[in-house]
């Protein structure tokens, strides 16, 4: 049996993921097995490919090679249609006189490790280089974002890999609202499209695709559509599920969009995109803010450099009442992200907590050209609340919803904005209104 057989770790095979711990799921919705089927399952993936005998099942499930043949078919029967029905395809394939194969490919993850994909947005350089120094908001990406603008346009067919690495910075860039959405859709589509074009089922830009469909054209059905399909096409890769998490998110679905970023982090285990998403949900959701801290501190151990992560504890320390903690952590979030305005608005928040009011309207002011952060006016609104400014918070709430809408997508359940949870419905229903 292959060295990784002896591994924990987790697998991917038919768009199903079976994790040594946490057991099989297929996408974000877990599949139930009994005791001996998920010992088969295990037995099956650790062959990496191979034929298992029934000898090899019976003395690895019964520790006997005299186990009567009904046992065995019945283990097989109920591991093959909890599979069909979670896939809709049989994923076992049986070869008579030999045994039971899982229907391949199979890839394997080790415990701690990364899974690295051989399509050609992994080996692409312009995909690779641009990825490698995401900073979104950062002088950095907006100087990748002019190289890989001026490839593009240099280039009588540019590869889509080098179109993607546009497109993913930009995604970023539209999120954090430095690019007005009505412009992001325009010209993510038109990078995923071309890249398409030039290679069908291409993953990155069905995600991009999804992105700018679900998330900045609000079409959440047709979105999710296209993520499902590119997070099918590459599960280990980031990028699909980023997309498909904040497709989730846009459809108000907060849950699975934590459980996607929770996924895709197995494979990527310090991927910055699924980190910054991932980090937001889980304060979001409300989950115990020790367990969110200590996670936060054991990430930020391994890479001080993630400006997100110190944002999201600096957010833990200001509602644990330990102001002085939060006010330096939102510092480091700043400098590590060399001032980025969206990075300044959980600075803002830590000073006014703190009840440092002054400082934190300071911050504002410097925050409120439109034309510098399309979303600042909606990100204020924590720290107008801490400030107990309760109205001028929900009107920057609404005013988000008017200039940038994915900036506000996860407000009503933002643990800072807690009290304002039961009007943000009816805002957003108000702005729904009006477009309609």
């Known amino acids: ?110 415990q701690g490790g990364s899974v690295e994909s051989a399509s050609a947005a992994r080996t692409s350089g312009g995909w690779h280089n641009a990825i490698g120094i995401m900073r979104v908001g950062r002088p950095s990406m907006e100087h990748m974002q002019t190289q890989l603008d001026q490839m593009i346009a240099a ?130 959701m409300g989950n115990d803010l020790a367990a969110v801290q200590r996670s936060l501190e054991e990430r930020l151990a391994a890479r001080p450099d993630l400006d997100s992560i110190h944002a999201s504890l600096s957010i833990v320390h200001s509602l644990s009442g330990r102001h002085e903690e939060a006010i330096a952590t939102a510092h480091r979030a700043v400098e590590v992200s060399e001032g980025d305005l969206y990075l300044q608005s959980f600075l803002a928040f830590a000073y006014a907590k703190a009840g440092n009011h002054d400082a934190a309207q300071a911050i504002l002011d410097r925050m409120a050209d439109p034309m510098r952060d399309f979303h600042a006016v909606s990100v204020a609104a924590p720290t107008l609340l801490a400030m107990g400014r309760e109205e001028a918070a929900l009107q920057a709430i609404a005013q988000g919803f008017a200039i940038h809408e994915p900036s506000v997508f996860m407000a009503e359940f933002d643990l800072r904005l807690k009290p304002l949870w039961p009007e943000i419905p009816r805002l957003r229903a108000l702005h729904a209104a009006k477009l309609a």
């Open 1 to 110: 049996m292959p060295e990784q057989a002896r591994a924990t770790g987790t697998w991917l095979f038919g768009q199903c993921i079976f994790d040594s711990v946490s057991g099989l799921s297929h996408g974000d919705m877990p599949i139930a097995l009994t005791p001996k089927s998920r010992a088969l399952l295990a037995l099956l993936l650790q062959a990496d490919g191979a034929v298992v005998s029934r000898e090899t099942i019976a003395l690895s499930l019964w520790d006997s090679s005299n186990v009567p043949n009904a046992s065995i078919e019945r283990c097989i029967y109920l591991l093959r249609r909890a599979l069909r029905e979670a896939t809709g395809e049989d994923q076992l394939v049986t070869h008579y006189g030999q045994g039971l194969q899982v229907k391949g490919p199979v890839t394997f993850h080790p």
């Open 155 to 284: 280039a009588s067919g540019p590869e889509p890999p080098v179109l993607i690495a546009a497109a993913t910075l930009m995604s970023g860039r539209t999120v954090r609202g430095h690019l007005p959405p009505l412009e992001g859709r325009r010209r993510l589509l038109a990078l995923a499209e071309a890249a398409l074009a030039a290679t069908p089922d291409f993953a990155p830009a069905l995600a991009i695709k999804a992105f700018a469909t679900g998330v900045l054209g609000k079409d959440t059905e047709r979105g999710l559509e296209l993520a499902d399909r590119a997070v099918s096409l590459e599960p280990s890769m980031a990028l699909p599920r980023f997309c498909r998490a904040w497709v989730l998110i846009a459809a108000q679905r907060p849950d699975a969009a934590l459980s996607e970023a929770n996924t895709g982090l197995k494979f990527n285990p310090i991927e910055r995109m699924l980190l910054s998403v991932e980090n937001a949900l889980s304060l979001t």
